[in-house]
């Protein structure tokens, strides 16, 4: 089987609607990972803070953040403890997460990196 573009999130997210659509026009294929339909597990995550960071995941500014009571996000200060929130919490992910072919990330979305990344990697 050969790698392909994957897009990782939440499928009501306005961002992913927008990514979607980006990609889309751009005539890239994509396969989506709806976190709520399919679940996230502790590998795939891992692969994702390995390579990316947890800050860079962790999306402090989302509605499911500011919710959670201030004890669980003051436990977070490590990889650990994020990725243990993440898995329990997929909402508080920053979206989309999207993976090149090639196993490369990009985390959130604006056109201009979009274009670039696909640019780049295709």
Known sequence: MTAQW??????NCDTIKKARRFLEAADIDVEFHDYRASGLNDALLMQFIDQLGYQTLLNTRGTTWRKLPEAEREAVIDSSSASALMLAHPAVIKRPVLRAPDGSLLVGFSEAAYQAFI???S
């Open 6 to 11: 994957v897009m990782y999130g939440i499928k």
């Open 119 to 121: 640019q780049e990697k």
